[in-house]
């Protein structure tokens, strides 16, 4: 008799180990490892004989209904999902507590009740007294909402399952979801995922449109097992910094749409307001264009953010060895980009101190930077501003050309959906959004004269 060799699969990622574990070796979750039997050995007849039905294929190109969306009566929120709401999609909206998840969700809500639609609203956070009060400093206090203050999944889908289906069901939060059907306490991962399972499932056999919360994780993934966002059609995440006014949303995963629309918001004391045009936010203050700073639509993964470099140059007048001080770049890579500023275009940076900086706090590692930072460094140096709302990218070649980037066109869109009339970076690049200007640098020469050009 051939002995059979235990193993055990982690429930959160599906890493399989010989060994019973606390911790997942491969996610590091904790208490996830269960013993799996594995299934027998059997081969099927290749007929009808052994109890299988025949599955019907159907052809792509046959004329299918086409995807109804509705709108969620906040622009920004349809653009983020790719035109509005569809039923039976399922939606994990993350993002850090207090960014503004519950309040965009009421706010949404209530627009879509004013308009007619059944929105089911529960909270597994807030009591009724606190989102009522919510609801009035947003200027919704009369919105027909369905609000329920819940937890238990089995009450909340009995009750559903009584009348006809919502439109809309708001969950807030998954994490804070119990079913008595499985072990643990909320939050946990079993528990969240066996939740999300039965909500998804309503959601797909009735045909509304589900928003699941999920609490997001000190380093960014929502929390709960990643395959959440594997069991949702979209991903959604609401981002910002609390100490500033603006937020983001943005889809990370989308079966109905692009990922590359965002949906920008400013937090107010009545709740959010939809901004349609970005660069009244980003561009704050900067009416007047000053030398040394330059805009670069940077990539975090495949997401874009713009970041400005600001450089400054001091003229020194002894003969003192000159500082460079750089925040927020590699200090090699401006040693080796000055040099070819020197070596490439004639200037000179020998006698003077270099200090370079990318504003709030960002810390730049994409290579696409260099045209960024050459454009801040001819900028300071030539004492000559760049135009207002204009973007720079690139990498840049010890021979002082200028290389293609990866993601030119998401850069793109997102300096046009942020209100920037102008981009320079590398030649090539494939299709240019509405209401923006491009111009293809191949050399750095050409970026020297581009800036004194004005
Ligand atoms: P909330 O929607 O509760 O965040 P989340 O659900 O993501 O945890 O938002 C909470 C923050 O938003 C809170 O710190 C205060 C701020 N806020 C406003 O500034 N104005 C408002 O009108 C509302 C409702 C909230
Ligand atoms: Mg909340």
């Not at 983020?80 to 993002?95: E, R, S």
């Not at 940076?349 to 290579?367: H, K």
Request: aromatic letters at 6%; a neutral charge; glycine letters at 12%.
């Amino acid at each position: 008799m051939s002995k059979t060799k235990r193993r055990y699969v982690c429930q959160a990622c599906g890493a399989v180990s010989h060994r019973w574990q606390g911790q997942c070796g491969d996610c590091a979750e904790w208490n996830t490892l269960v013993e799996d039997t594995p299934a027998s050995v059997f081969s099927l007849k290749h007929d009808l004989s052994n109890g299988g039905r025949a599955i019907e294929f159907v052809k792509l190109d046959a004329p299918g209904e086409p995807l109804r969306r509705r709108s969620t009566g906040l622009a920004e929120f349809d653009r983020a999902l790719g035109g509005g709401l569809v039923p039976g999609a399922a939606i994990l909206m993350g993002g850090d507590p207090g960014i503004g998840k519950s309040t965009l969700l009421l706010q949404a809500s209530a627009r879509l009740a004013g308009e007619g639609a059944d929105v089911v609203y529960v909270s597994g956070e807030e009591a009724a007294g606190q989102v009522r009060l919510r609801a009035a400093r947003l200027g919704h206090a009369g919105a027909a909402i369905r609000f329920a203050s819940a937890t238990s999944v089995r009450d909340i889908l009995t009750t559903l399952g009584q009348g006809k289906a919502p439109e809309l069901l708001v969950i807030d939060s998954i994490q804070t979801m119990h079913s008595d059907t499985i072990e643990g306490a909320p939050g946990t991962v079993s528990q969240v995922r066996g939740c999300a399972f039965e909500l998804i499932r309503y959601a797909k056999e009735s045909g509304c449109a589900l928003v699941l919360v999920g609490h997001v994780t000190k380093d960014g993934t929502i929390a709960g097992p990643r395959v959440l966002e594997h069991m949702v059609d979209v991903v959604m995440s609401f981002e910002g910094e609390r100490s500033h006014q603006y937020r983001i949303l943005r889809a990370l995963k989308n079966r109905f749409g692009a990922v590359d629309e965002i949906g920008v918001f400013a937090m107010a004391g009545q709740g959010l307001d939809e901004v349609p045009n970005p660069s009244s936010l980003f561009l704050t203050g900067r009416e007047e264009p000053v030398a040394g700073s330059a805009v670069f639509p940077a990539l975090e993964g495949t997401r874009p953010v713009l970041v400005e470099v600001q450089a400054l140059i001091v003229r020194l007048q002894s003969g003192a060895t000159p500082r460079r001080a750089v925040v927020g770049w590699d200090g090699g890579r401006l040693a080796m980009l000055l040099a070819v500023l020197e070596s490439r275009c004639g200037l000179n940076f020998s006698s003077a101190e270099v200090y370079l900086n990318v504003s709030g706090g960002y810390r730049l590692s994409d290579p696409a930077a260099d045209v960024a930072v050459a454009a801040a460094l001819i900028s300071a140096l030539a004492d000559k501003a760049l135009p207002l709302r204009s973007a720079w990218f690139g990498e840049v070649s010890l021979a002082g050309e200028v290389r293609p980037v990866a993601h030119a066109g998401l850069r793109l869109r997102e300096a046009a959906k942020l209100g920037f009339e102008l981009a320079c970076g590398p030649e090539d690049i494939g299709d240019v959004p509405q209401g923006l200007r491009y111009q293809g640098i191949d050399r750095l020469p050409k970026l020297v004269d581009r800036i004194m050009a004005g």
